[in-house]
């Protein structure tokens, strides 16, 4: 590919973090899907990390958005913002051409928002690959002998799965109940049990620090700061590992759920080699202590996280080949 095109981006357009890939460099840009902008200026003030610093936290004037929801385009003209801010720091001088993921199971209307929007933004062409088949590639699973794998990404606004069988997706499916489902999940929990109003970056500390799919032995705690539902002013509280545990079953049983459904509809042939193959597990969900041991006991199948869940299908879409796509 490298002889095919001069320079090559792939591109995990995520609706929680963007990740940028350059063959031969590696993972150039790890940055969050977030854009400020100054509304009474019209202009961007900041993109990725030093935008999420101001989330939640601007006057009104200015206003820190996350352009990508449930893994599709929410907002098109922040999106095009955000990518042409990424794509010049691989190039101020070449037109790059770019693979970029979509979730499994897009509309057609989705899949072409993602492609124009990249054009606009600077690619010269650009390609589109399923996150599930990214993942793999990114995992260094072999895609081109005719076996079953299977492949749940969780990512920030949708958690794809599909089981796979020579380099394409056999059964696919893709759910929006992921990470930031997770975070709204605890950001309820600490309203119901502590009338406490928290943002969304304290519920996602809460999620990685106490966070667990299954329950723990030993029982942790943490420190949360919020706003009081009952009289306005900030308060802190003490928040156990178990009931951030028991605010996260309910969302990671819909994953199951679906992850059942999906095997449900696999050929038999292919199911029987799941049982050799298994499952792998990737994107940044799959940090989530404990859900690995719960989705064995929920299928039976082995089950396996990738070496860098988080990177995976930043890697896949640099390594696939657009010829195929």
């Known amino acids: ?33 977030v ?44 999106t095009l913002t955000m990518l042409r801010h990424f794509l010049r720091l691989v190039s101020k001088l070449r037109r790059p051409t770019a693979t970029i993921c979509v979730p499994a199971g897009v509309t057609s209307v989705e899949r072409r928002a993602v492609r124009e929007a990249a054009l606009a933004a600077g690619a010269s ?24 794998t299977m492949v749940v990404d969780l990512g920030g606004g949708t958690t794809d799965i599909a089981v796979l069988s020579m380099g394409s997706a056999v ?23 502590h009338n406490l109003m928290v943002g969304e970056q304290t519920a996602e500390s809460l999620k990685i620090e106490l966070g667990s799919a299954v329950p723990v032995a030993q029982t942790r705690q943490m420190e949360v700061r919020g706003r009081d539902l009952v009289n ?37 042939e292919l199911a029987a080699d799941l049982l050799d193959q298994g499952v792998v597990l990737t994107g940044g969900g799959a940090l989530l202590s404990g859900l690995d041991e719960l989705l064995h006991q929920a299928t039976g199948l082995p089950v396996r996280v990738a070496d860098d869940p988080i990177t995976c299908v930043a890697l896949g879409t640099g390594l ?6």
């Open 35 to 78: 854009v400020a902008l100054d509304r009474n200026a019209g202009k961007v003030l900041a993109v990725g990390s030093e935008a999420l610093k101001m989330l939640g936290k601007t006057p009104s004037h200015i206003v820190a958005v996350r352009p990508l929801r449930d893994g599709v385009i929410a907002n098109y003209d922040v």
């Open 171 to 193: 059964v696919s499916e893709s759910v929006r109940v992921a990470g930031d489902r997770l975070d709204e999940a605890i950001s309820r929990m600490l309203r119901r049990s």
């Open 125 to 148: 062409r650009a390609w589109l690959i399923e996150e599930p088949v990214a993942a793999a590639l990114g995992a260094g699973i072999d895609m081109t002998r005719p076996g079953g």
């Open 232 to 268: 306005g002013l900030p308060r802190t509280v003490l928040v156990g590992s178990q009931e951030v545990q028991e605010a996260l079953s309910e969302p990671i049983a819909a994953i199951l759920e679906a992850v059942r459904g999906v095997l449900e509809r696999t050929p038999p």
């Open 1 to 33: 590919m490298s002889q095919l095109f001069s320079l090559h981006v792939g591109i995990d357009l995520g609706t929680a973090n963007l990740l940028l890939y350059v063959k031969g460099r590696g993972i150039v840009a790890r940055e969050p899907s």
């Open 320 to 325: 696939a080949d657009p010829r195929n796509l």
